[in-house]
């Protein structure tokens, strides 16, 4: 895995998730694909494969660049601002 010069910022230990599913797609009716922890803030959002991206979406509002995958058995993080996997 790559470094960016974001990791190092990230709070520790990580943010806790803030729901155990993504809010705005309980809020509309939708079911989300996979979810994703910011590890800003601990927002939890729908992926892009998802039909509205709440996790991207919340990256583009917020400006909190790392997230990592909420899946079972997967253990990754992206960085949307400099696009790889860290």
Do not use: Y
């Not at 309980?26 to 939890?44: D, K, N, W, Y």
């Amino acid at each position: 895995m790559n470094e960016c010069p974001h990791v190092p910022l990230l709070p520790h230990p990580e943010p806790a998730p803030l729901t155990d599913t993504c809010p705005e797609c309980e809020a509309i009716g939708s079911h989300p694909v996979q979810l994703r922890l910011c590890l800003t803030c601990g927002h939890v959002g729908c992926c892009d494969s998802s039909p509205f991206q709440h996790a991207s979406a919340h990256f583009k509002e917020t400006g909190h660049p790392v997230m990592r995958t909420l899946e079972e058995g997967q253990n990754w993080r992206w960085c949307f601002e400099d696009a790889l996997i860290v």
